[in-house]
């Protein structure tokens, strides 16, 4: 999904010049109006530097956008696409470009450019700092739940052992003796067998018993004094044996599926919360970005085109196959707006000598750039379905 802005002189009739650039294009793409409202202007030097800081906040919406859309794309799976989860003020990307209209309410005319790229930019960044935040919290909950649920789904060196170890399996209540549970990998059965009651002193002989196994480990059962058990573990580390940290309690199985089923409710709450913001200020998002391209339209359209603004933008809906066409038709059209409005910046030299210098100036930086062409365009290209 790419669309490209482009503005170009009027001449003093903005309608007949965008009829003419429909009119040229219109085997190749559908061309509609841009409309951008007249600005409060200042001074060309505070717009040549506008220029440049409307560079790294083009950057810096497209990635909030990108960010945002990509919360709705991974917890919204759809066969379909997503058209219809990505809206902006309830309008598909295409239908809000296609009619977009400046929203004066937002952001006033009356106001500087400078202001109203402040505006633009703070909420965006108010907008990163609450997603961020929603997203951290939303994270951590289901890192909390996966390693629930790894403890009910690993192997028996990692799983909750809650219903797996019995009653019978442990020794109780006594002031001496202990029970440990261990996870012997199933390659060394021979060796637990052989070595457990000599790993320490005072274990009990022949109190092992295999109690449950699966493709990796052995669960086995070894009864000593409780006095011995830090010695026993280490020991048993050293052989590979894998000491599981294990208390019986009748009321574990139930806790643990309490708590299991908490986490889990939270995080599907959490998780359709974070889906429904991201739907919201992703329309936010996105309604700010093409603000912010007309901004710049209009503002490299005062650069290059002079005082006053008298230019005719346009959005061309650029279907890749068409793409070069589309450039060639353009270049054709109005590539002698690089040499015809270098020497009429010349012949008027006289009358507005420092209003063109500064623009003959950006004009030349612009040059340098290889996407450089003799009239304004940009370019935004969306990928709503993005891996």
Known sequence: M??????????????????NIKAKLTEYAETNAFPIPDFKIGTLDTLVL??????????????????????????????????????????????YIRGFQWNTMKYRTDKSLQETTATLSQEVNAIDAIMKAKLNTYTQNKNALQTLQRKQTGNLSVKNLNGIVKKQHCVLNSEYLT????????????????????LTSMVVPRSSIKIAEDDEFGLFTVTLFQ????????????????????????????QQQKELDQV?????????????????????????????????????SVLRYGLPPDFTSVTIAVQPKFEKKIDETLLAQYG?????????????????????????DHDLQSVNDSSYRPYVQFDLQFDMERA
């Open 336 to 360: 002698r707006l690089g040499g015809v409005h270098g020497q009429t910046l010349k012949s008027n030299q006289q009358q507005q000598q420092q209003q063109q210098d500064e623009i003959l």
């Open 2 to 19: 790419k669309y490209t802005f482009v503005s170009v002189p009027a001449l003093g009739n903005s309608q007949n010049t965008f009829l």
């Open 227 to 254: 006095r011995v058990v830090d010695e026993f573990s280490h020991k048993a580390r050293e052989e590979k044996f894998i000491v599981r940290d294990f208390k019986y309690d009748e009321d574990a199985l139930q």
């Open 264 to 300: 889990s409710s939270v995080e599907a709450e959490q998780q359709a919360e974070l889906v429904r913001l991201a739907k919201i200020n992703f329309g936010e998002l996105f309604g700010s970005w093409v603000h912010l391209k007309a901004v710049r339209v209009f503002v490299e």
């Open 179 to 198: 029970t440990l549970i261990v996870a012997v990998p199933k390659s060394l059965y021979k060796q637990w067998n052989g070595k457990y009651e000599t």
């Open 50 to 95: 506008l220029s440049d800081d409307l560079v790294k906040y083009d950057a810096v919406f497209e990635q909030s956008v990108n960010k945002v859309a990509d919360i709705v794309r991974t917890f919204t799976p759809t066969a379909k696409g997503h058209e219809q989860l990505l809206l902006v003020n309830e309008k598909s990307i295409d239908q």
